[in-house]
């Protein structure tokens, strides 16, 4: 205790150094806390599930753009432990203009089924009955009128791409989910089924809402089995594995994200290191004088290892305190974008901050290893000579 | 007759450097007395910081014997000497090194903060260390607001506050100007006299050496000349130190 005055006093020798080295160390661990809770919100148990809402999703085997029979839905919904079936389908289109800013999720439903399956949505304004009875009526979710600035009443209007048709909308109700993921757009698909006749008797996806665990748990492989010889095949899972398909997408994203963080603890590991080597390769004679005041060499490694752990504490501490003041207000911002289902789950984990101030101090102590040993080991003969 | 206070016998000092072997003291023999003040002297090269080095324990014999106040410490072991070095000896250097980053009183606070002594002992050891050099007013000063005879005041103040015996200064003087030269001889002395400190003292300078008791002239790591101050004096005086370090050029 008595040798931390000397220890912070060192610390504060180079004070543009010290900040600049904790600076590179707040940083990497910012982005290692959000890549960490990033990953561990997939991982997460989807939140419906924990509520008991057991939702499935069943679509083409073969890709997201292939359709299946509407006749499926039918089908499923009469299985045992199916409690109401859905249909969502995918609309594209553009708002405004293509730029990654204006895409949000924009699907066609059958509104009364997809109440059914949805119903721990909570309308905050507006009325079901008026998306009901307005076949050009759309439910949007609380966090993309907020993006927009749009209310009830309000006309949107939406360019078609794959359905080449502008739909003019009027925003009926304004729904948001317990899971706080409300950034989609909903309408009534007899819009585009009287538009595209074609389409009729055709569906994306079939979502399904199960009894219980076991029903969800039994009916993936039973769906999937009844059309598995059909000429269109299925594949069924929960919510939560159908929106962790769309990261997947990418590649594997856990494994580059995993990559990334390690390669960034290597980087600020270097950073560290580098910084205690030039702060004991300065202090040479004085560590030979301290040396032959009498402190003894594992003082001398106890002194350099603590101000690089101090160091590392310290940009650790800072590190994790800034991504929880953040993580809410980039949490808002993320469930602004199409990724919001995803991140919705989304907060504050404690043992991601404890691995981030782990990975701190880890990189403390091995970063003022190599720097303590030699400045320990060194003659202090040799180490007073360099003062001539 | 008494056991002197630093007795070496047979002191070999050699270097590997390569494949060369650089022997800088060969079987030296010397017995410093309690409460004596002694000069070292020799050209550049001689091998009296090495010397100095070997007496207060900061470097290891090749082969011979180091006692010092009854202590054998050429067999002692690193942990061993870093203790004994704590408690017995106090260090000066021609440029003080002090630590920058702490005031005076942090700096002349170090050593004891090797010792057992609680923060109250601490801090009065530390006031009464400053105030022989004359410092007390300076204690909340940092080193880069001292002047260099303050700085190696403050130095001689952290050689002797854990009160060890022995004091070792490697060239005290020479880095200061005349009169900051003058004080820290007149320090050294009344630190030698009234609190009877053992003094082993390098120098190049005469004027240093003259106040010495004895002086011992090394010359290529064997002893040259060992002059004791005569007629009752206690000083070697100008005459002799200048004699002595006649024949080599001083260090600029």
Redesign the interface.
Same mark, same amino acid.
């Given at each position: 205790m008595r040798f931390f005055p000397l220890i912070f006093k060192n610390i504060l020798r180079k004070r543009t150094r010290t900040a600049l080295t904790i600076a590179s160390i707040v940083l990497p661990l910012l982005v290692i806390c959000l890549m960490g809770t990033f990953l561990k919100a997939l991982d997460s148990p989807g939140s419906g599930a924990t509520r008991g809402m057991f939702r499935l999703v069943v679509r083409h085997k073969v890709s997201l753009t292939n359709t299946l029979p509407k006749a499926y839905e039918e089908k499923i919904r009469q299985l045992p432990g199916v409690l109401a079936a859905t249909n969502f389908n995918w609309f594209g289109g553009k708002y405004i203009d293509a730029s990654a800013r204006n895409i949000f999720i924009r699907f066609s439903v059958e509104p009364e089924s997809f109440l059914q399956v949805f119903d721990d949505a909570e309308i905050v304004a507006g009325s079901v009955k008026d998306w009901l009875s307005d076949r050009t009526g759309a439910l949007v979710g609380t966090n993309l009128a907020a993006k927009y600035g749009w209310k009830v009443g309000d006309r949107v209007v939406l360019q078609g791409d794959i359905f080449p048709i502008n739909l003019e909308l009027t925003i009926r109700a304004l729904y948001t989910l317990p899971t706080g993921s409300s950034a989609t757009l909903f309408f009534d698909r007899k819009y585009i089924d009287e538009a595209f006749p074609s389409f009729k008797g055709q569906v994306f996806t079939v979502w399904i809402k199960a009894k219980d665990a076991a029903a969800a748990e039994r009916l993936p492989k039973q769906i999937d089995a009844m059309f598995e010889n059909s000429p269109y095949p299925t594949k069924t899972e929960t919510e939560k594995e159908f929106q962790n398909g769309f990261v997947s997408m990418l590649g594997n994203v856990k494994l580059l994200i995993t990559s990334i963080g390690a390669i960034i603890v290597f980087v600020i590991l270097l950073i560290a290191a580098n910084t205690m080597s030039m702060a004991a390769r300065e202090r040479v004679t004085e560590i030979a004088v301290l040396r032959t005041l009498g402190f003894t060499r594992p003082k001398i490694l106890g002194l350099i290892l603590g101000e690089s752990f101090v160091i590392a504490l310290f940009g650790g501490l800072l590190g994790v305190l800034l991504f929880v003041a953040a993580e809410p207000s980039l949490k808002r911002q993320l469930m602004l974008t199409p990724m919001s289902s995803l991140v919705a789950s989304m907060h504050v984990y404690p043992a991601i901050l404890a691995f981030a101030f782990a990975v701190a101090a880890g990189v403390g102590l091995v970063a003022g290893i190599v720097p303590a040993v030699r400045s320990s080991t060194r003659s202090i003969a040799d180490g007073l000579r360099q003062v001539a | 007759m008494s056991e002197p206070f630093i007795r070496i016998e047979n002191l070999v000092k050699a270097y590997q450097r390569d494949t060369q072997t650089l022997t800088v003291l060969s079987g030296l023999n010397l017995a410093v007395d309690a409460g004596e003040f002694l000069a070292l002297m020799g050209p550049s090269g001689s091998g009296k910081t090495?010397l100095l080095?070997l007496i207060?324990g900061?470097?290891r014999p090749t082969s011979g014997r180091i006692n010092v106040g009854g202590k054998e410490i050429d067999g002692m072991g690193?942990?061993g000497l870093?203790?004994w070095?704590? !408690?017995n000896v106090g260090?000066i250097?021609?440029?003080y090194?002090l630590?920058?980053?702490?005031t005076a009183f942090?700096n002349v606070e170090?050593?004891l903060?090797?010792t057992d002594l609680p923060r109250a002992r601490r801090r009065k050891q530390v006031e009464l260390a400053l105030s022989i050099v004359g410092l007390t007013d300076r204690m909340d000063h940092y080193p880069r607001q001292l002047s260099g005879g303050q700085e190696q005041r403050v130095a001689i103040a !952290?050689a002797i506050a854990t009160d060890p015996k022995l004091l070792v200064a490697d060239e005290p003087t020479g880095d200061l100007d005349v009169k900051s030269g003058e004080e820290v001889l007149v320090l050294l002395e009344r630190l030698n006299e009234e609190f009877s400190k053992t003094i082993v003292m390098v120098t190049h300078d005469p004027r240093a050496a003259s106040r010495a008791h004895r002086l011992v002239h090394l010359d290529k790591g064997v002893l040259k000349e060992d002059i004791r101050a005569e007629g009752g004096k206690k000083e070697v005086g100008m005459a002799a130190a200048i004699a002595a370090s006649a024949g080599f050029e001083p260090n600029p």
């Open positions: - | 090495t080095n207060a900061i470097d690193e942990a870093a203790k070095r704590s !408690r260090f250097f021609q440029l090194n630590v920058p980053v702490l942090e170090l050593p903060l090797l !952290r």
